[in-house]
């Protein structure tokens, strides 16, 4: 699921594969905007049939939160 979740995230991003890790922050990233935003949350109702609140998802502050909040809804 990680694997999964890092391809989309470096695709959402334009990032180069192999590029995300769990520690790294959202707002580290230079493509990090409000469409950015919302395009994560589309792509984790889609892809992994998690629907995730604009709300909620500023809490999370890392791609490991990110991921751990997907794995906990998918439980």
């Known amino acids: 699921?990680?694997?999964?979740?890092f391809e989309q995230l470096e695709d959402i991003l334009e990032l180069d594969p192999g590029?995300?890790?769990l520690t790294d922050t959202f707002r580290d990233?230079?493509?990090w905007d409000s469409m950015a935003n919302l395009s994560v949350i589309a792509m984790?109702?889609?892809?992994f049939g998690v629907h995730i609140a604009s709300q909620d998802?500023?809490?999370l502050i890392t791609v490991g939160d990110l991921a751990e909040?997907?794995?906990?809804?998918?439980a």
């Open 44 to 47: 984790l109702d889609d892809s």
């Open 57 to 59: 998802f500023k809490n």
């Open 1 to 5: 699921m990680e694997k999964e979740l």
């Open 69 to 74: 909040e997907v794995k906990k809804r998918m």
């Open 19 to 21: 590029t995300v890790t």
């Open 29 to 31: 990233y230079d493509n």
